[in-house]
Nanobody, 124 residues
Framework: VQLQASGGGLVQAGGSLRLSCAAS????????MAWFRQAPGKEREFVAA????????YYVDSVKGRFTISRDNAKNTVYLQMNSLKPEDTAVYYC??????????????????WGQGTQVTVSS
């Protein structure tokens, strides 16, 4: 299984980025997908998750209204559209895949597979 994250970069506050995570050797359409992030010196933090069907989505409060998670099962890809970025969004962003119990959607250990991470840096 391989998850390849891309799309990170340096952006000014208020700007936008779209992260992508392409999955291979995985029955993508049967897996729940999520994005987590980790800033230096901090624990890995849940950002957003989407159920295997795409029908339900979850967000950490700090990104609600600014970030949107989506998936294209035909392309085996999950996306994170990030708008109105803030300096506190600066982190390495990781995508993750798993067959997750609903109550554990925000828990890193619930996910079996992880991408390599992509750096997002937001300047003030």
């Amino acid at each position: 299984v391989q998850l390849q994250a891309s799309g990170g970069g340096l952006v000014q506050a208020g700007g936008s980025l779209r992260l992508s995570c392409a999955a291979s050797r995985l029955t993508f359409s049967s897996y729940d997908m999520a994005w987590f992030r980790q800033a230096p010196g901090k624990e890995r933090e849940f950002v957003a998750a989407i159920r295997w069907s795409g029908g339900r989505k979850y967000y950490v409060d700090s990104v609600k209204g600014r970030f949107t998670i989506s998936r294209d099962n035909a392309k085996n890809t999950v996306y994170l559209q990030m708008n109105s970025l803030k300096p506190e969004d600066t982190a390495v962003y990781y995508c993750a895949a798993g067959r997750v119990v609903l109550s554990s959607s925000r828990t890193p250990t619930a996910y079996n597979y992880w991408g390599q991470g992509t750096q997002v840096t937001v300047s003030s």
